[in-house]
Protein backbone atom coordinates (compact mmCIF):
# COMPACT_ATOMS: atom_id res chain seq x y z
CA UNK A 1 0.00 0.00 0.00
CA UNK A 2 1.19 3.16 -0.98
CA UNK A 3 1.23 6.38 2.05
CA UNK A 4 -1.66 7.78 0.46
CA UNK A 5 -3.99 5.05 0.79
CA UNK A 6 -2.75 4.33 4.12
CA UNK A 7 -3.31 8.29 5.11
CA UNK A 8 -7.16 7.77 3.36
CA UNK A 9 -7.67 4.72 5.67
CA UNK A 10 -6.76 6.19 8.35
CA UNK A 11 -9.17 8.89 7.94
CA UNK A 12 -11.70 6.69 7.86
CA UNK A 13 -10.89 4.83 10.86
CA UNK A 14 -10.68 8.20 12.81
CA UNK A 15 -14.45 8.56 11.34
CA UNK A 16 -15.09 5.43 12.37
CA UNK A 17 -16.22 4.35 8.89
CA UNK A 18 -13.76 1.14 8.08
CA UNK A 19 -14.92 -1.86 7.70
CA UNK A 20 -13.15 -4.86 9.35
CA UNK A 21 -11.08 -5.75 6.36
CA UNK A 22 -10.01 -2.33 6.00
CA UNK A 23 -9.16 -2.27 9.74
CA UNK A 24 -7.17 -5.09 9.22
CA UNK A 25 -5.06 -3.76 6.26
CA UNK A 26 -4.39 -0.60 8.47
CA UNK A 27 -2.84 -3.40 11.53
CA UNK A 28 -0.79 -5.39 8.69
CA UNK A 29 0.29 -2.24 7.84
CA UNK A 30 1.59 -0.63 11.09
CA UNK A 31 2.73 -4.43 12.21
CA UNK A 32 5.45 -4.29 9.72
CA UNK A 33 8.96 -2.32 10.64
CA UNK A 34 8.98 -0.27 7.48
CA UNK A 35 6.93 2.29 8.20
CA UNK A 36 7.17 5.99 7.54
CA UNK A 37 9.06 8.39 10.29
CA UNK A 38 5.41 10.59 9.81
CA UNK A 39 3.30 7.49 10.30
CA UNK A 40 5.35 6.10 13.52
CA UNK A 41 3.06 7.44 16.30
CA UNK A 42 0.37 5.74 14.41
CA UNK A 43 2.07 2.33 14.39
CA UNK A 44 2.72 2.70 17.98
CA UNK A 45 -1.19 2.78 18.73
CA UNK A 46 -2.17 0.17 16.34
CA UNK A 47 0.64 -2.02 17.89
CA UNK A 48 -0.34 -1.12 20.95
CA UNK A 49 -3.96 -1.99 19.87
CA UNK A 50 -3.42 -5.54 18.75
CA UNK A 51 -1.59 -6.38 21.93
CA UNK A 52 -4.82 -5.81 23.84
CA UNK A 53 -6.72 -7.33 22.03
CA UNK A 54 -4.10 -10.32 22.42
CA UNK A 55 -3.96 -10.15 25.94
CA UNK A 56 -7.57 -9.39 26.61
CA UNK A 57 -10.15 -10.45 28.53
CA UNK A 58 -11.23 -13.88 28.05
CA UNK A 59 -14.52 -13.94 26.48
CA UNK A 60 -16.35 -15.56 29.63
CA UNK A 61 -15.12 -14.58 33.29
CA UNK A 62 -13.94 -17.58 35.39
CA UNK A 63 -17.12 -19.20 36.62
CA UNK A 64 -15.61 -19.97 40.56
CA UNK A 65 -16.11 -16.20 41.33
CA UNK A 66 -19.52 -15.99 40.11
CA UNK A 67 -20.31 -19.22 41.93
CA UNK A 68 -18.58 -17.26 45.33
CA UNK A 69 -20.68 -14.47 44.72
CA UNK A 70 -24.24 -16.83 44.26
CA UNK A 71 -22.84 -18.60 47.50
CA UNK A 72 -22.71 -15.62 49.45
CA UNK A 73 -26.32 -14.43 48.26
CA UNK A 74 -29.04 -15.04 50.87
CA UNK A 75 -32.44 -15.94 49.28
CA UNK A 76 -35.34 -14.32 50.50
CA UNK A 77 -37.52 -15.51 53.06
CA UNK A 78 -41.14 -15.87 53.65
CA UNK A 79 -40.48 -13.91 56.67
CA UNK A 80 -38.25 -11.27 55.69
CA UNK A 81 -40.96 -10.82 52.94
CA UNK A 82 -43.96 -10.50 55.67
CA UNK A 83 -42.24 -8.24 57.68
CA UNK A 84 -41.42 -5.93 55.14
CA UNK A 85 -45.04 -5.37 54.32
CA UNK A 86 -45.96 -5.45 57.60
CA UNK A 87 -43.58 -2.67 58.46
CA UNK A 88 -44.96 -0.75 55.63
CA UNK A 89 -48.62 -1.49 56.38
CA UNK A 90 -47.88 0.40 60.25
CA UNK A 91 -46.14 3.18 58.59
CA UNK A 92 -48.90 4.24 56.47
CA UNK A 93 -51.90 3.12 59.10
CA UNK A 94 -49.60 5.80 61.71
CA UNK A 95 -49.24 8.50 59.35
CA UNK A 96 -52.64 8.19 58.30
CA UNK A 97 -53.82 8.89 61.90
CA UNK A 98 -51.41 11.59 62.34
CA UNK A 99 -52.30 13.62 59.72
CA UNK A 100 -56.29 12.86 60.63
CA UNK A 101 -55.81 14.13 64.03
CA UNK A 102 -53.80 17.14 63.43
CA UNK A 103 -56.32 18.21 60.99
CA UNK A 104 -59.14 17.49 63.42
CA UNK A 105 -57.41 19.15 66.41
CA UNK A 106 -56.50 22.67 64.23
CA UNK A 107 -60.07 22.77 62.98
CA UNK A 108 -61.60 22.46 66.80
CA UNK A 109 -59.21 25.28 67.81
CA UNK A 110 -60.89 27.74 65.13
CA UNK A 111 -64.30 29.37 65.85
CA UNK A 112 -66.15 31.61 63.76
CA UNK A 113 -67.48 34.64 65.29
CA UNK A 114 -71.34 35.18 64.74
CA UNK A 115 -71.21 39.07 66.18
CA UNK A 116 -70.00 41.63 63.50
CA UNK A 117 -69.30 44.27 66.56
CA UNK A 118 -67.39 41.47 68.52
CA UNK A 119 -65.37 40.39 65.08
CA UNK A 120 -64.55 44.13 64.73
CA UNK A 121 -63.15 44.90 67.93
CA UNK A 122 -61.14 41.67 67.56
CA UNK A 123 -59.69 42.10 64.34
CA UNK A 124 -58.71 46.01 65.00
CA UNK A 125 -57.00 44.60 68.51
CA UNK A 126 -55.13 42.58 66.24
CA UNK A 127 -54.11 44.72 63.50
CA UNK A 128 -53.24 47.51 66.68
CA UNK A 129 -50.99 44.65 68.09
CA UNK A 130 -49.05 43.95 64.51
CA UNK A 131 -49.09 47.58 64.02
CA UNK A 132 -47.11 48.36 67.33
CA UNK A 133 -44.57 45.64 66.71
CA UNK A 134 -43.54 46.83 63.35
CA UNK A 135 -43.82 50.76 64.58
CA UNK A 136 -40.57 48.95 66.84
CA UNK A 137 -38.86 48.22 64.14
CA UNK A 138 -39.39 51.37 62.38
CA UNK A 139 -38.12 52.93 65.27
CA UNK A 140 -34.68 50.99 65.10
CA UNK A 141 -34.73 51.89 61.51
CA UNK A 142 -34.74 55.75 61.80
CA UNK A 143 -31.87 55.26 63.86
CA UNK A 144 -29.88 53.56 61.77
CA UNK A 145 -30.71 55.20 58.49
CA UNK A 146 -29.80 58.94 61.29
CA UNK A 147 -26.56 56.78 61.90
CA UNK A 148 -25.90 56.13 57.92
CA UNK A 149 -26.23 60.22 57.54
CA UNK A 150 -23.79 61.09 60.29
CA UNK A 151 -21.70 58.74 58.63
CA UNK A 152 -22.08 59.79 55.14
CA UNK A 153 -21.24 64.18 56.20
CA UNK A 154 -18.76 62.79 57.92
CA UNK A 155 -16.99 60.82 54.83
CA UNK A 156 -17.67 63.37 52.24
Known sequence: MDLKQIEELLDKYYNGETTLEEERQLGQFFHQDS??????????????????????MPAEPDMPISNEIMAKRRPFTVFKVASGLAAGVLLVLGLNFYFRTNTTTTLRNTSEIKDPQLAYAQTKHALLLISGKLNKGNEQIMKISKLNDIQNSITK
Not at 35 to 56: H, I, W, Y
Open 35 to 56: VPDSLKDEQVKFRFFASALNDG
